[in-house]
């Protein structure tokens, strides 16, 4: 269910935009970061109700933009190690690895504890500092071993 | 060369107004709002500026297609779709200096009488979306957006909108759609954005550093923008260099500095004293250079002469250890995984190169792969809408050219020939 923030957050999208339909992209957004990073059918369904879209509408935005993770039981960290071309030449597959070892599942999965998701990403724009992760929202970059191991350590 | 577009990305709190404004920050858009607005687009026309988001049109020239009707409601998008693999630059400005980008979109908007503009940034760049929000909210403020900007009537507003993770959408018609909250597919053109854009309304999308290169242009004048490098490329540009070298990072320069001197000079040389293999020039759809290419001036015409392209200016360095076929399977992933399924020959296609590459990397090739790439290259280039399936070619093509032995090499031996 949308909780009264999220439909705060999507009234003000409302007036970013001449039509009510440019919203829906954020509005998913926001109902997605209300559930840890999940977006539930109930939600979609709830987000095209209130912008007045036919439910159809929703599914097509979700089915077709990669950051939206529809019933994917994504873990309280998403971990997303990027395995393009730079990344790769500064030893990401390494890095990767490394990660599948240490959290002991394949990328695409979540541990059994539902703390960790490590997911396989192309290019997140951060190829000078290669190789690089995204956890949640935010940027690891220049990455080792070490520093993989520090930061794992510092989450909450 | 003096720095123009990161010379404030270092200062402290680089990102406020406060920081911007010292440093000499909205001057540029007191003097633009003075002037008609047929004139600045004249003035950018003339600096001969070209769109650095990769196609290198002349920005002045795209301007000048807004119908000049002034009760027709305009806009501007800025493209921040920033995703080409080894593209990291418009990240630098958005993140530490987004008032240079704001002045220049506000200075933009006032010479195509646009009153409405949305910054498009990529999904993930949670970090840069906030930033600019509260610069905005900075702008808004001190009275630099909104109704009347400065006492002169001229009233815009400015808004960030979250891509979701599709590369696609940096392709400016995809951009649009996304904006009005469809799936992100491009658009048949004509209609030019510039007639028919955002809601069907005449639109400018330009790129970040494009946009960025603005505020100079109008407070030092045109000249002297045309004078930095090339006459027909001129102007500074971010080079963002990646892979194989000592230092990676962003190095702005002069517009047609040589490769060599970017990559052994400023970055630092290669990693580890390894020997040079191939650069890829701009972003992995540019068509891979190779050591006696290397004094080729970084600039839109000398790099297209070249059968190449200067792209985002994102420069991937690779030694002589790096394995071409997985380098080409890793690129056609990307553009297989990125491909939006509206044209079959992309959609197909892409996916096709990509299962061939793997299993030629992977030791499973047949007889007969290497001309099948060659083929099914020949059946997406050109019969695309837009230039992401042609892309997925360049790069391919662009390796084969130049390391097709190492594909054959793969097919016969089921083994790689460098690594």
């Given at each position: 269910?949308?909780?009264?923030?999220?439909?705060?957050?999507?009234?003000?999208?409302?007036?970013?935009?001449?039509?009510?339909?440019?919203?829906?992209?954020?509005?998913?957004?926001?109902?997605?970061?209300?559930?840890?990073?999940?977006?539930?059918?109930?939600?979609?369904?709830?987000?095209?109700?209130?912008?007045?879209?036919?439910?159809?509408?929703?599914?097509?935005?979700?089915?077709?933009?990669?950051?939206?993770?529809?019933?994917?039981?994504?873990?309280?960290?998403?971990?997303?190690?990027?395995?393009?071309?730079?990344?790769?030449?500064?030893?990401?597959?390494?890095?990767?690895?490394?990660?599948?070892?240490?959290?002991?599942?394949?990328?695409?999965?979540?541990?059994?504890?539902?703390?960790?998701?490590?997911?396989?990403?192309?290019?997140?724009?951060?190829?000078?500092?290669?190789?690089?992760?995204?956890?949640?929202?935010?940027?690891?970059?220049?990455?080792?071993?070490?520093?993989?191991?520090?930061?794992?350590?510092?989450?909450? | 060369?003096?720095?123009?577009?990161?010379?404030?990305?270092?200062?402290?709190?680089?990102?406020?107004?406060?920081?911007?404004?010292?440093?000499?920050?909205?001057?540029?858009?007191?003097?633009?709002?003075?002037?008609?607005?047929?004139?600045?687009?004249?003035?950018?026309?003339?600096?001969?500026?070209?769109?650095?988001?990769?196609?290198?049109?002349?920005?002045?020239?795209?301007?000048?297609?807004?119908?000049?009707?002034?009760?027709?409601?305009?806009?501007?998008?800025?493209?921040?779709?920033?995703?080409?693999?080894?593209?990291?630059?418009?990240?630098?400005?958005?993140?530490?200096?987004?008032?240079?980008?704001?002045?220049?979109?506000?200075?933009?908007?006032?010479?195509?009488?646009?009153?409405?503009?949305?910054?498009?940034?990529?999904?993930?760049?949670?970090?840069?979306?906030?930033?600019?929000?509260?610069?905005?909210?900075?702008?808004?403020?001190?009275?630099?957006?909104?109704?009347?900007?400065?006492?002169?009537?001229?009233?815009?507003?400015?808004?960030?909108?979250?891509?979701?993770?599709?590369?696609?959408?940096?392709?400016?018609?995809?951009?649009?759609?996304?904006?009005?909250?469809?799936?992100?597919?491009?658009?048949?053109?004509?209609?030019?954005?510039?007639?028919?854009?955002?809601?069907?309304?005449?639109?400018?999308?330009?790129?970040v550093e494009t946009l960025s290169c603005i505020p100079a242009i109008v407070e030092k004048g045109a000249k002297w923008f045309a004078a930095i490098g090339p006459e027909k490329s001129p102007g500074p540009k971010i080079f963002g260099v990646s892979g194989h070298v000592e230092r990676p990072g962003l190095y702005e320069l002069p517009m047609g500095t040589s490769a060599r001197e970017i990559i052994?000079?400023?970055?630092?040389?290669?990693?580890?004293?390894?020997?040079?293999?191939?650069?890829?020039?701009?972003?992995?759809?540019?068509?891979?250079?190779?050591?006696?290419?290397l004094d080729t001036g970084m600039d839109f015409d000398s790099l297209a002469a070249l059968g190449s392209m200067l792209g985002s200016g994102g420069m991937i360095v690779m030694d002589e250890t790096t394995c071409m076929v997985r380098v080409s399977w890793i690129i056609n992933k990307f553009f297989s995984h990125e491909s939006c399924g509206k044209c079959t020959p992309c959609r197909e296609g892409t996916t096709w190169l990509t299962k061939v590459l793997y299993r030629i990397e992977h030791g499973e090739g047949n007889a007969g792969d290497v001309e099948l790439l060659d083929r099914i290259c020949g059946n997406i280039f050109g019969r695309t809408f837009c230039p992401l399936?042609?892309?997925?070619?360049?790069?391919?093509?662009?390796?084969?050219?130049?390391?097709?032995?190492?594909?054959?090499?793969?097919?016969?031996?089921?083994?790689?020939?460098?690594?």
């Amino acid at each position: 269910m949308l909780t009264e923030e999220t439909k705060t957050h999507i009234e003000g999208l409302l007036n970013k935009y001449k039509t009510r339909r440019s919203a829906v992209m954020p509005a998913l957004m926001h109902a997605q970061k209300q559930n840890a990073g999940n977006l539930t059918e109930e939600d979609m369904r709830e987000v095209a109700d209130y912008i007045g879209l036919n439910p159809v509408v929703t599914n097509e935005i979700v089915g077709f933009y990669t950051m939206y993770n529809p019933l994917k039981d994504i873990g309280t960290y998403h971990i997303q190690v990027c395995a393009n071309l730079s990344c790769s030449l500064r030893q990401a597959e390494f890095i990767i690895e490394y990660l599948e070892k240490k959290l002991d599942i394949k990328s695409g999965e979540t541990t059994k504890n539902k703390r960790y998701t490590l997911t396989r990403v192309e290019c997140l724009g951060s190829c000078g500092t290669a190789p690089m992760m995204q956890i949640n929202d935010d940027y690891f970059e220049d990455l080792t071993v070490s520093k993989v191991d520090e930061i794992l350590s510092n989450l909450d | 060369m003096e720095k123009i577009l990161l010379k404030n990305i270092h200062k402290e709190d680089s990102f406020k107004i406060e920081t911007y404004l010292a440093g000499g920050g909205y001057v540029a858009l007191k003097k633009a709002l003075k002037e008609r607005p047929d004139d600045i687009i004249q003035l950018v026309q003339d600096s001969n500026l070209r769109g650095r988001g990769g196609a290198g049109f002349p920005a002045g020239l795209k301007w000048s297609f807004i119908p000049k009707d002034p009760t027709m409601q305009k806009y501007l998008a800025c493209n921040a779709d920033e995703g080409e693999p080894g593209t990291f630059k418009d990240r630098a400005i958005i993140d530490n200096d987004p008032h240079l980008l704001i002045e220049g979109m506000i200075i933009t908007s006032f010479a195509i009488g646009a009153s409405s503009s949305y910054i498009y940034i990529r999904g993930e760049f949670e970090f840069g979306a906030s930033r600019l929000e509260e610069a905005i909210a900075e702008a808004y403020e001190k009275g630099y957006l909104g109704d009347n900007i400065l006492g002169t009537g001229f009233n815009l507003d400015m808004a960030v909108h979250r891509g979701a993770g599709a590369y696609i959408c940096g392709e400016e018609t995809a951009l649009l759609d996304s904006l009005e909250g469809r799936r992100g597919q491009p658009r048949i053109k004509p209609p030019f954005p510039a007639i028919a854009g955002l809601y069907g309304k005449p639109t400018v999308i330009n790129n970040v550093e494009t946009l960025s290169c603005i505020p100079a242009i109008v407070e030092k004048g045109a000249k002297w923008f045309a004078a930095i490098g090339p006459e027909k490329s001129p102007g500074p540009k971010i080079f963002g260099v990646s892979g194989h070298v000592e230092r990676p990072g962003l190095y702005e320069l002069p517009m047609g500095t040589s490769a060599r001197e970017i990559i052994f000079e400023h970055s630092g040389g290669m990693l580890g004293g390894k020997k040079f293999k191939a650069l890829i020039p701009g972003g992995v759809t540019a068509p891979m250079l190779v050591e006696e290419e290397l004094d080729t001036g970084m600039d839109f015409d000398s790099l297209a002469a070249l059968g190449s392209m200067l792209g985002s200016g994102g420069m991937i360095v690779m030694d002589e250890t790096t394995c071409m076929v997985r380098v080409s399977w890793i690129i056609n992933k990307f553009f297989s995984h990125e491909s939006c399924g509206k044209c079959t020959p992309c959609r197909e296609g892409t996916t096709w190169l990509t299962k061939v590459l793997y299993r030629i990397e992977h030791g499973e090739g047949n007889a007969g792969d290497v001309e099948l790439l060659d083929r099914i290259c020949g059946n997406i280039f050109g019969r695309t809408f837009c230039p992401l399936g042609d892309g997925a070619v360049m790069a391919l093509r662009g390796c084969m050219k130049h390391f097709r032995d190492e594909f054959v090499y793969h097919v016969e031996h089921k083994r790689c020939k460098v690594c």
